[in-house]
């Protein structure tokens, strides 16, 4: 039985909970005992709610036992991993500590404010032989897995063109603001538009050069407003991420178009399209799963099995996400392109 501690009940700390809630219930020989965050009325249920409902708010937080400082939970539970769920700027000194103390890591999206603290939770990682692996959720979701078998398979061709988008309203439910504080979250740039960095370079690789527009709407903030294009040899790429769209009638969305030499997919308004040219377009029949709950659990089957999650999510990888966002900001500062070695 897998003992889990959680660091973080914010808005994406409460979406694990209601993931692991669903495994213990399903059978799944795993059970989050402890909960740590600094904010005292979390253990009373108080669930932070963000731009996307994903949280249980049905769940019994008594059964948990909380704590205020992560080191003291350390010492006091026996713990298998823990899961980490702070403020970007938090995860590299978090994740290390932890792993110092022997504990595996699961650690939410962005990997680390910078590649240097990227790079620190790898070196932690090698010196303590404990598992890390990064939340980059949408290398689970089945929309983008059907796009990356599409593009290994080579049913339709070559991809041409990729076209992403996300955004919607502005974070402002973060503990502290620290969501719009650029030196504790890089911004929408690092911390929203890092999903379609990460999906690029996933399915792409890196690409030679980026340029960024850029804009800021909240002081101290970072980039609100972002669009990049990625220079590939053999495709037209460009992500686009506003977290400044304050409407009650559109709260999130997330977008893809893939074109290729034989076909097209497309997601919009939460449907999947797949358009064979030629021929007529149809719903591909893919798993209902969503990403966390998929993440939350391959990550704890590799705990319990002993295999290294880095198979489907390489930390070396996901640093490499981080040093192309880290360009993108460059490019936007400058307003010029940067080439990536």
Not at 165 to 192: A, H, V
Not at 280 to 289: G, K, L, M, S, V
Not at 314 to 323: A, C, D, F, G
Request: contains cysteine; proline residues 4%.
């Amino acid at each position: 039985m897998l003992k889990v501690g959680l660091i973080g009940l914010g808005y994406m700390g409460s979406a694990h909970v209601s993931q692991y809630m669903r495994l213990m219930k399903e059978g799944f020989p795993i059970k989050l005992v402890a909960i740590c965050d600094v904010n005292e009325e979390k253990k009373m249920g108080k669930l932070t709610q963000g731009n996307i409902d994903i949280s249980d708010k049905s769940i019994d937080f008594s059964q948990f036992h909380f704590y205020t400082k992560m080191e003291e939970m350390l010492e006091k539970e026996e713990l298998d991993y823990v899961d980490i769920c702070l403020p970007t700027y938090l995860h590299a000194p978090y994740a290390i500590q932890a792993m110092e103390k022997g504990l595996h890591v699961f650690c939410e999206k962005p990997m680390a404010i910078s590649t240097e603290a990227c790079q620190e939770m790898i070196d932690a990682s090698e010196k303590y032989n404990r598992s890390l692996m990064i939340g980059q959720t949408l290398r689970f979701f089945p929309s983008y897995l059907y796009v990356k078998e599409t593009i290994e398979s080579g049913r339709y061709g070559k991809c041409t063109e990729a076209n992403l988008f996300r955004g919607g309203e502005t974070p402002k439910w973060s503990w502290e603001n620290w969501l719009l504080t650029k030196e504790k979250s890089g911004g929408c740039l690092l911390d929203q538009h890092i999903h379609d960095v990460d999906t690029i370079n996933w399915l792409f690789g890196s690409p030679k050069q980026v340029q960024t527009a850029g804009k800021t709407v909240f002081e101290g903030s970072g980039y609100d407003i972002v669009s990049t294009n990625y220079l590939f040899d053999d495709k037209v790429v460009n992500a686009q991420d506003n977290w400044t769209f304050n409407s009650p009638q559109f709260r999130f969305e997330m977008r893809f178009r893939f074109v290729f030499e034989k076909g097209a997919i497309i997601l919009e308004n939460g449907t999947l399209t797949d358009y064979p040219f030629g021929e007529e377009a149809f719903t591909p029949a893919i798993d209902p799963e969503n990403g966390y709950y998929l993440e939350i659990k391959y990550f704890a089957e590799c705990v319990l099995e002993g295999t290294n999650p880095n198979e489907r999510v390489p930390v070396q990888s996901t640093k490499e996400t981080i040093r192309i966002a880290e360009a993108e900001v460059q490019s936007a500062d400058t307003s010029k392109p940067v080439r990536l070695s």
